[in-house]
């Protein structure tokens, strides 16, 4: 399979845990991007990287958030001390010069 | 008001029947349009690009008026199968090329 891949798919933590999910995007594709989605809303944007530079952040994405991508390949997405706001779809997405972005199939975080 | 705004639905739809729906969008540098597909539980899928002169791809029709900013979807001779959420989605390529999502709007093909 040569499509975004996203570990784990689904994770349940207690709040005030730490979390990390993992990206890995098209083989070819320079950028990447998370974005948060929650029940009955379209996808939010949170960050992306060009090869390894994280060019934008959004707001939504607080102090607690962190995301890298060290080699320009996956990146991850790491989620400091979690609360139950925090419970959503965590999408990633792939894109070759800012075209066409395709989707993995996410990692479910449910906080408890 | 938000950036992107979409009928949440839902479109309930006899089978072989047409349905279409629009969305508009707020920022006036929007450069490029997208519908993307979402199953229930499921990442976005790419449905097709909206072009400035409108295309068609199978079933599927899609509009842009950049006057009132507006794309719109068509879908003619729905089948089952294309029960889901629709997803109106913008890029405007000086914020980086990220997307923004309406909420969608959901269909329901049925018998």
């Known amino acids: 399979d040569t499509g975004v891949s996203q570990d784990p798919r689904h994770k349940i933590t207690k709040r005030g845990q730490n979390v990390t999910f993992r990206c890995d995007p098209i083989s070819e594709h320079n950028r990447l991007y998370w974005y948060r989605q929650t029940l009955g809303q379209g996808p939010e944007f949170l960050t992306y990287f060009q090869n390894e530079a994280q060019l934008e952040k959004s707001r939504l994405l607080s102090d607690r958030f962190s995301a890298e991508r060290p080699k320009g390949s996956f990146s991850t997405l790491e989620i400091q001390r979690t609360e139950q706001g925090d419970s959503a779809m965590y999408l990633c997405a792939s894109s070759l010069l800012g075209y066409e972005q395709y989707f993995g199939p996410g990692t479910r975080l449910t906080v408890t | 008001r938000k950036e992107v705004e979409q009928d949440p639905g839902p479109f309930n739809v006899p089978e072989g029947a047409t349905v279409a729906f629009n969305c508009t969008y707020s920022n006036s540098a929007s450069q490029s349009f997208f519908w993307y597909r979402q199953d229930c539980r499921k990442e976005p899928k790419l449905l097709m690009s909206v072009y400035s002169s409108g295309n068609e791809d199978g079933r599927f029709t899609a509009q842009l008026n950049r006057a009132s900013q507006y794309i719109s979807l068509l879908i003619r001779d729905s089948k089952l199968s294309d029960s889901a959420t629709y997803l109106c989605?913008?890029?405007?390529?000086?914020?980086?090329?990220?997307?923004?999502f309406g909420g969608g709007t959901r269909v329901l093909v049925k018998p």
């Open positions: 989605v913008v890029n405007i390529k000086a914020a980086g090329n990220k997307l923004t």
